[in-house]
């Protein structure tokens, strides 16, 4: 049976890359001027951001390249790779900016918060508008490249509030104290995306899947007895495979089991299986059932 898989148009990655690298560019200079920690630590994170929209960029293409004789599957996990490696870089990032707010309160550092809050103003004014080209998508390698600019856009509007705090009170410790709010922040995110990605290596049922209720749906089709040895995991987010083993009853014809096999096709499709292996048996066939 033939499968055909649809990609969404890769551009909002292309264009994520050009206005994530322009913001850099500009969250480092406001940061020299600035002497600004959280904005240093927004420019870091920007710095991920690029490597991260590569990497995305790169799976994105990989992802369409087609099935081969090794690679029966064709390259789908390359997306499920990139936004786990994504998520990890996220997590030693705010390790890194935990550790530099720690040293800031012990050693308080001047900063202009004038040139922090124009270059902040600047940055959250381009992480929203790429977070919203980026919102909505299914694919989990885009969702992990939308938390990235999320939590961009979390951090510069931390940066905005610090420097109005340091331009009307004088009271710096609250670019440390954001630094580790804006930390707390990816983790949380990056943890979420890393237990996904995981799940669909380790070839997990599918959160939104049910294998007792897939087994219940088959085994109301007519001529069917009996749904083992069933397996369902993702290839990768939002494309389901499912391979099982079908006992027929007795006296069902090549004919009828062709019937069947369309009708369980039709009923898993619209549990949202998109790739499936059934193997008919007979009632009296005789199969050792596999360990695993």
Known sequence: MAHHHAHEDASPIGRTFAITALLLIIKVAGAILSGSLALWADAGHSVTDLAAVGLSWYAWHQAKKPATSTLTF????????????NSVILL?????LLLEAIMRFFH????????MLITAVIALGGDLYLAHGLKGHANVNIRSTWLHIVSDAAGSFAVVIGAIV????GWTPVDPMLTILIAA??????????????AVLMEATPKN??????????GQIEGIIRVHDVHVWSVTTGKNALACHVVLAPNISMKDSQTILRQVD????????EHMTIQMETSDADHDEPSW
């Open 92 to 96: 030693i990032l705010t390790l890194g």
């Open 185 to 198: 922040l990816i983790s949380w995110g990056a943890w979420q995306i890393i237990t996904e990605t995981v």
């Open 74 to 85: 064709g390259y789908f996990r390359s997306e499920i790779l990139a936004a786990l490696v």
């Open 266 to 273: 039709l009923a898993l499709r619209l549990e949202g299986i």
């Open 108 to 115: 308080p550092t001047a900063v202009n918060p004038f040139a």
């Open 166 to 169: 340091i331009a009307t009170t």
């Open 209 to 218: 899947l049910d294998v007792h209720h897939l087994v219940a749906t088959m």
